[in-house]
């Protein structure tokens, strides 16, 4: 880790998180706050670090390798649509070579298979999808089909090496890939802005998947996430964050402005865990016993629980 001095809390407003897969273990977490500084924390979110970053110094996202605890291998993304990557955990950056220039990334995506495939895309702010096959060296657009350039999220799935889906969430429709993000497919359109996608842990045999828009709430996909509903059990609300843990059971969480809402039934039914707050953004890592959840409000700074979605603690 960078080696700067560390404070007890993180006094700005955390806009991206990223945890390290086994953060049970190493406590690692990074964040990205609304200063556009990039802090680390191996402690699990109570004394940061500042991560110096190349260029203007400034983060967009942040995302980590699915495999951190072997390669060591983080993306940052920069405001001036720069994408750079670190392979010692941030203690040292190299730029990226993108094909043409192209503007802020919103979302990180590694491949949950990066290890063998390569494979990293991120979603830009005006310029559609970037694709990289070398772990985030180069990047080439990937917008073949994709009919909104302003891309608001990305996920893909958790057995992408056998399936390769992958959602892009647009100001005006969603979109589905079937080849690793190759093309793209409309596979929702709502007249609403979709902000964010989340896939069921167990995808591959559930073949669930959530989105939350701005105006109209939540929908579910039961079909792989080719066609989907609203799920009429949630609010009506503007869902800012969608994440899934298995504690065994899967757990879905939805963070808006009203709270974090938590669901242990696949969205059926829910029941407010956070309330009164803004939740921004949301990072889930380990599975089980080992499972980490962290959820970033506006103005109530970060929370925390280990492996219980009804309990959280504030940092």
């Known amino acids: 880790m960078p080696t700067q001095a560390k404070q007890t809390t993180l006094q700005e407003t955390i806009m991206a998180l990223a945890a390290s897969p ?25 004394a940061w670090t500042k991560v110096q970053l190349p260029g203007s110094g400034l983060a967009m996202s942040v995302a980590v390798s699915p495999a951190f605890d072997q390669d060591n291998t983080m993306w940052a993304s920069l405001p001036e649509g720069v994408i750079v990557w670190s392979s010692d955990r941030g203690r040292s950056w190299r730029d990226s070579y993108i094909t043409r220039q192209a503007s802020a990334a919103s979302a990180l995506a590694p491949s949950p298979n990066v290890g063998a495939d390569n494979l990293v895309l991120a979603a830009t702010l005006d310029d559609g999808v970037l694709r990289s096959l070398d772990r985030g060296r180069t990047w080439s657009p990937a917008n073949f089909g994709l009919l909104d350039l302003k891309t608001l999220g990305l996920v893909l799935c958790p057995d992408f090496a056998k399936e390769q889906i992958g959602l892009v969430a647009t100001e005006t429709a969603l ?12 596979v929702g359109f709502w ?3 979709v902000q964010c996608a989340v896939f069921s842990p167990d995808f591959g045999e559930d073949r669930c ?3 939350g828009t701005e105006h109209s709430g939540l929908l579910a996909s039961q079909d792989g996430a080719v066609t989907w509903i609203l799920v009429e059990s949630f609010p009506k609300e503007s869902i800012n964050v969608l994440a899934a843990a298995t504690l065994p059971r899967t757990w879905l969480l939805a963070g808006t402005s009203q709270g974090l809402h938590a669901s242990r039934d696949l969205g059926q039914t829910w029941k407010i865990v956070l309330p009164d707050v803004n939740v921004l953004t949301l990072a889930v890592a380990g599975r089980g016993e080992d499972a980490w959840m962290f959820a970033a409000s506006e103005a109530d700074g970060l929370f925390v629980s280990e492996g219980k979605p009804e309990h959280w603690s504030h940092v």
């Open 175 to 186: 979109f589905r890939s079937r080849n690793g993000g190759l093309s793209w497919k409309e």
């Open 22 to 46: 086994t953060v049970a273990h190493d406590g690692t977490l990074y964040a990205v706050t609304s200063e556009g500084t990039l802090w680390a924390s191996t402690d699990r979110g109570t």
């Open 209 to 211: 998947a959530w989105v």
């Open 191 to 193: 007249e609403d802005a």
